[in-house]
C-alpha cells in the first residue's frame, strides 16, 4: 500500500480538524490534505434525515432514534456476499442492493454521530459544504421568475 493513500479527502479533513496525524516511519512533516471540492460529495441526505433527527439533538436522542431505526434494518452481510444475488424470494437484486445500501448508510449515520469527535467534524465538513454551495433557487432569481 502507498505511504500517501488517505491523505486527501475525508480522512484528510478528519485528520485536520481533529489534529491527528498519521504514523510515519520518517521524520518528514505529512503532506497537507486536499480540499474537498463543494459539490463533490452529496451532503442530502444527512447522517441526521437518514435517522429522522434534527441538527441540533443530544446524544440521547441520537439513541432513541437509532434504536428505532435498527429494528427496520437488514443484518449487515459480509462483503463476499454483497456481490453473491439475493434469493429468489427477495424481490430483484436491485431492490435488495438499494435496502442493503440503506441500511449501511443508517449504520454510518449512527457510527458517526454517536461518538462526539466524529460528529463534531461531521457538523463542521457540513457546515463548510453548505457554505459552499448556492443557495436553492438562485438561478430563477437571477432570470426574475
Do not use: F
Request: glycine share 8%.
Amino acid at each position: 500500500m502507498n505511504a500517501t493513500a488517505g491523505t486527501g479527502g475525508l480522512a484528510g479533513l478528519w485528520r485536520s480538524l481533529s489534529g491527528t496525524r498519521p504514523a510515519a516511519a520518517s521524520s518528514a512533516p505529512a503532506p497537507a490534505p486536499a480540499p474537498v471540492p463543494a459539490g463533490v460529495l452529496p451532503i442530502e441526505p444527512t447522517h441526521y434525515q437518514r435517522l429522522g433527527l434534527p441538527e441540533d439533538c443530544t446524544e440521547a436522542e441520537i439513541e432513541i432514534a437509532w434504536h428505532r431505526v435498527a429494528a427496520g434494518l437488514l443484518p449487515p452481510r459480509p462483503p463476499g456476499e454483497r456481490l453473491k444475488p439475493p434469493p429468489a424470494s427477495a424481490g430483484t437484486a436491485e431492490e435488495a442492493r438499494t435496502e442493503q445500501m440503506r441500511s449501511d448508510d443508517r449504520r454510518l449515520a449512527r457510527a458517526v454521530l454517536g461518538d462526539p469527535v466524529r460528529r463534531a467534524v461531521y457538523d463542521a465538513w457540513l457546515a463548510r459544504e453548505r457554505a459552499a454551495r448556492p443557495p436553492q433557487g438562485w438561478m430563477s432569481k437571477l432570470r426574475g421568475r
